[in-house]
């Protein structure tokens, strides 16, 4: 055995989503930043092309991230639509977190690889952040919904006309028991050929 299976298998079923309303004030390091960032460029990757790129908010920039999908919403929504709890979760949300993160997808110039393995590899990328969090003991939330995936959204992170927003990333010490989820057994999920 070249690792601890104990070890990677307890890290892999300890990950957990937690949502910024359950995080603590208390704030992520710079540092455990950097590491969990770090985790994410040893991705998989078609090509080595990289894909993954990633927007870093804190502090007041998470004020303006907040004010930004709250306006997007509102813009993109009918009156008879418009969902006031949705507007106050979109603006206040980002900073319940010392940090959130976007996750997003650059896609290759000549597009040699097909997207989908691209998107693929972003996702690899987040699984290993989120890992990676789970061993300092943070809650993570990866957020998607029809703001991020906007072009409104791509403008608002620099973004190229290819390129895409995966999701918002949350990290945050939890203010919570630490949850517990199941899975469906391995037979639900295999077809196994001989
Ligand atoms: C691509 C992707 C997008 C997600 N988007 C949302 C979302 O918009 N809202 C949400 O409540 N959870 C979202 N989730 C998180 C799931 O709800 C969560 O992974 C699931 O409940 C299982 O919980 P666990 O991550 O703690 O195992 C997303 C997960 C993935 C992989």
Not at 80 to 108: G, H, T, W, Y
Not at 159 to 173: A, I, M, N, R, V
Request: with cysteine; proline share 5%.
């Amino acid at each position: 055995m070249k690792h601890s299976l104990s070890d990677i298998k307890a890290l892999i079923q300890d990950r957990r989503t937690i949502k910024p309303e359950d995080f603590k004030p208390r704030k992520v390091l710079d540092d455990q930043l950097r590491e969990i960032l770090n985790s994410a460029r040893w991705a998989p990757t078609h090509g080595m092309t990289e894909p993954w790129h990633f927007v870093i908010f804190q502090e007041n920039a998470l004020i303006d991230l907040g004010k930004f999908m709250a306006d997007t919403y509102n813009h993109a929504t009918s009156s008879e639509e418009f969902n006031q709890k949705k507007f106050d979760k979109l603006l206040n949300r980002p900073q319940l977190s010392s940090v959130v993160i976007a996750i997003c997808m650059k896609r290759q110039e000549i597009e040699k690889i097909p997207e989908i393995e691209e998107i693929e590899a972003v996702a690899c990328a987040v699984q290993n952040m989120h890992l990676t969090a789970t061993a300092y003991g943070l809650g993570g939330y990866w957020s998607s919904g029809a703001v991020c995936y906007s072009e409104e959204m791509k403008t608002f992170l620099n973004l190229q006309p290819k390129d895409k927003c995966l999701g918002l990333f949350y990290l945050g010490y939890p203010n919570i028991d630490w949850p517990k989820k199941h899975r469906k057994p391995l037979e639900y999920k295999t077809e196994w050929r001989k």
